[in-house]
């Protein structure tokens, strides 16, 4: 080796040492390097309906009521709002908004704003997922479906420029609470107005530059696939609390390269860990792992239209025969809990009802009285899922127990997320994966997707005394009488099974120690303004 | 364009000189190995491919699993096993497909010559610029997803390359006097190009098989990777080297035998290709190619 080689080597080696990872520069920074797992279609709260997006537009816009930074009750904090009253009947609630409420603009935030922002996602033409959210709102969902054509009489109304008085078709216990949701949230009406009509969808107002916010960060950068860049915004009314100066978002779908980045010092939150990767964290770095409850529910579609599913006997048949508690001890593996219910045991006072269990000699016989005895001569069944060494495993094990316990010889089928999302949305499958994440602490953030005209409720089942129980627990505001209905409601779901309850999946994630204020929350919500960075 | 006089046959006289290649026969020997295991699969092993073991998940490999059993509890030596006849199995059907097509297309452009030629050409060109994968996932999507459609598509994307070198080997001969006589005494065209023309090709034929067949098992596990191919709880190579990488950091022997008996498999085609392209035709021998 002659001396410029080495001297070469020492410089290149030196480097190597000094290198800061992004972890440490944005510990010094204040910058949050986060994984989002998916590229958010878009960052519009009307249009929106993946996690990844709710997660920007959660640092991006502000509702009326906030979370507080570490209260496992979820309990409603001011937001825009820095007060509220609510009427003797419960149905009419009078916010008073913040004087110093503003948007990224400058310009203050008006009850007109909140006014308009309803108005939009009600609006029939726009079709938004998540409008039913609204139809609590008086006549909220009259307008939506387009039987009432005048906004004027929903229950939304701007006494004045700092007074919202919205009100409700029935009282509703969970109001404040579903009121988090990014479906609430206001948007900036010049803004809108600017890029297109009101009721427009994917126009060019969510751009960098284009956004007007009212949060606690303002968009800065929106490179596709790569990252989605926020910036602590200085107008925001509560900016001193804010500790971040950047949060960087990114969208790394693939959970093994994400942990890598991890390892490596590119995030300092992940945004899930793989799957076989959990027990070594368990083992040799307990202190980088969380793995909290989560109200997330992993469960089989059943595409009830179609033979042989169309007889309960077959669906139940199907659910009995599957050992979930072997699925979470030797497969998943990372704090599962068995499903036999779709709402998950832990949100508030609710208990959902348990009516089946692992039962494979129950199992045959009902197979059996559909006239399939030991699975002769059932139709040929594939299950569908996308592509995911966690669907695939569970897919392998559930379609072993069923060949085994019920002689069933079912297909798997792997395809690519949007392929899947177009089969499931369409009705092309005969059993589906799928999984549910509340958008609010209370179970019919759950039970409401099996409404028959729930935006998301892709088996075709539908129960009018199902949709019936719901509507008398949302105007009810006893809560034990609610959870009664809920519980009556869930019976007839779970009696009916168009849908096999697996698992309940716990929010996982790697987290670097400088990153404080990351606090368990069964949303998995991490309000950004209160996150701070450590040195 | 010499050939050697005709004393002994043609094929004792390649053997003579395939013999005298090591690394083709040693290929030879694993190939027939690693098929006969395959096909023997069941003899060889007490497991099942499918069964699974939840409660005992991914163990090193042991007296009693051989190559350590994957994340639910499967055996890997019997995955491998059944793998192997999954990956021969598409390896060589999508190969005869390939030259089903291909030989009699190749052959017939080139006997005919001319226009016919330059179009049957021209529509090899156009296929050939089709993205593959493309072709493939919308076949999988118009059809379903089976295992014989995979043969099929396979085969119909690497038959292109068949027709073409049989069509340049077919042009050469054309010419030759025993074409001419057949022509002479009345032979139809059909007879000439299968009965006389073909057989004098075989031995280009049986080359590119060789090495044809490893790089369609190349193409599954490909598919495989892409989530096209084989679908679980049956195997390939493709699929057990798949679910190897995305554990090998937890569960390395999972990737580490799979690995090593695809590589082996494709070293011993590549290997057993060589030389019999050596023993058969001369002119391209001594790896010019």
Not at chain 1, 247 to 259: A, S, W
Request: contains cysteine; charged residues 20%.
């Amino acid at each position: 080796m002659n001396r410029f080689t080495f001297l070469a080597i020492l410089l290149l080696l030196s480097g190597c040492a000094k290198r800061e990872t992004p972890v440490e520069t944005g510990n010094r920074e204040k910058i949050l390097h986060l994984g989002n797992l998916s590229e958010p279609k878009d960052l519009d709260p009307h249009v929106v309906t993946s996690v990844s997006a709710g997660n920007v537009i959660s640092a991006l816009l502000e509702g009326l009521v906030a979370e507080a930074p570490n209260d496992p009750s979820l309990k409603p904090v001011p937001g825009v709002a820095e007060s509220w009253t609510v009427s003797d009947d419960r149905t009419v609630y009078t916010f008073r908004l913040r004087a110093n409420a503003k948007w990224s603009n400058g310009d203050p935030v008006t009850a007109d704003d909140f006014v308009f922002s309803y108005h939009r996602i009600l609006s029939p033409a726009m079709g938004s997922p998540y409008a039913y959210m609204l139809h609590l709102l008086k006549n909220g969902r009259a307008y939506n479906l387009g039987t009432i054509p005048d906004f004027e009489q929903v229950g939304v109304k701007a006494i004045d420029s700092k007074t919202l008085e919205l009100t409700l078709e029935n009282p509703t216990a969970s109001f404040l609470s579903q009121l988090k949701h990014w479906s609430w949230f206001p948007v900036h009406p010049p803004t809108i107005l600017k890029y297109g009509r009101m009721d427009e969808i994917g126009t060019a107002w969510t751009q960098p530059g284009n956004f007007i916010g009212n949060g606690p960060f303002i968009l800065k950068a929106w490179r596709q696939n790569q990252s989605i860049v926020v910036q602590k915004n200085p107008l925001y009314w509560d900016a001193d609390t804010v500790s971040l100066n950047e949060i960087r978002f990114y969208p790394i779908g693939d959970h093994k390269i994400e942990e890598r980045s991890f390892r490596a010092g590119q995030l300092h939150v992940t945004g899930t860990v793989p799957l076989d990767r959990v027990q070594y964290y368990r083992e040799n770095k307990p202190e980088l792992l969380r793995l909290d409850p989560y109200l997330r529910s992993y469960y089989y579609l059943l595409n009830v239209k179609k033979a042989p599913f169309n007889d309960v006997r077959v669906r139940k048949a199907l659910a009995m025969a599957i050992d979930r508690k072997k699925i979470a001890n030797f497969v998943t593996r990372s704090g599962e809990q068995p499903a036999y219910s779709f709402t998950p045991p832990f949100i508030g006072s609710y208990k959902p009802p348990m009516l089946f269990s692992t039962d494979v000699e129950a199992a045959r016989k009902l197979l059996a009285e559909a006239g399939y005895p030991n699975g002769e001569n059932f139709p040929a069944t594939t299950l569908l899922y996308n592509t995911s060494d966690l669907h695939t495993r569970i897919a392998e094990v559930v379609q072993q127990m069923w060949k085994d316990n019920l002689g069933i010889d079912i297909e798997l089928e792997n395809v690519e997320w949007k392929v899947y999302q177009e089969r499931r949305k369409n009705r092309l499958y005969d059993i589906a994966r799928a999984e549910w994440v509340a958008d609010f602490a209370d179970p019919s953030s759950f039970l409401d997707v099996w409404l028959t005209d729930g935006g998301n409720n892709h088996a075709g089942w539908s129960s009018a005394r199902y949709d019936d129980l719901l509507k008398q627990a949302a105007s009810t505001d006893d809560s034990s009488e609610q959870n009664a209905l809920y519980a009556q409601a869930e019976t007839i779901l779970i009696g009916e099974q168009p849908i096999i309850p697996l698992l309940f999946l716990p929010s996982k994630s790697l987290i670097q120690p400088s990153v404080k204020g990351w606090n368990p929350s069964i949303l998995d919500h991490h309000p950004y303004k209160y996150i701070r960075l450590e040195e | 364009m010499s050939r050697k006089p005709v004393k002994n046959s043609l094929w004792a006289d390649s053997w003579k000189q395939l013999r005298k290649n090591h690394a083709a026969i040693a290929g030879l020997i694993i190939l027939i190995i690693l098929i006969t295991a395959s096909a023997l699969a069941p003899l060889l092993t007490p497991y099942s491919f499918e069964q699974q073991n939840l409660e005992l998940g991914a163990v090193k490999p042991s007296l009693h699993h051989w190559l350590g059993t994957d994340t639910l509890g499967r055996d890997l030596f019997t995955r491998l096993l059944y793998g192997g006849r999954t990956s021969f199995l598409v390896g060589i059907c999508a190969t005869a497909v390939s030259l089903l097509i291909g030989v009699p297309y190749g052959a017939v452009s080139g006997y005919a010559g001319g226009k016919v030629d330059s179009v049957m050409m021209r529509i090899v060109d156009i296929l050939y610029t089709m993205p593959f994968t493309i072709l493939v996932i919308i076949l999988m999507v118009v059809f379903g997803r089976n295992i014989l459609l995979m043969f099929g598509a396979i085969g119909a994307i690497q038959w292109l390359v068949m027709a073409r070198i049989i069509r340049g080997q077919v042009m050469a001969l054309r010419k030759q006097a025993f074409v001419e006589a057949a022509i002479a005494i009345g032979a139809s065209h059909p007879r000439i190009i299968f009965k006389h023309i073909i057989p004098n090709v075989l031995g280009i034929i049986i080359v590119y098989t060789t090495l044809t067949i490893p790089h369609v098992m190349l193409m599954e596990t490909f598919l495989s990777f892409l989530g096209l191919g084989i679908q679980p709880p049956m195997s390939s190579w493709g699929l057990l080297i798949k679910d190897g990488a995305s554990v090998m950091e937890t569960y390395p022997w999972l990737l580490i035998s799979p690995a090593i008996v695809f590589s082996v498999t494709l070293f011993s085609m590549n290997f057993l290709g060589d030389g019999l392209r050596d023993a058969l035709d001369p002119r391209f021998s001594k790896g010019k190619f």
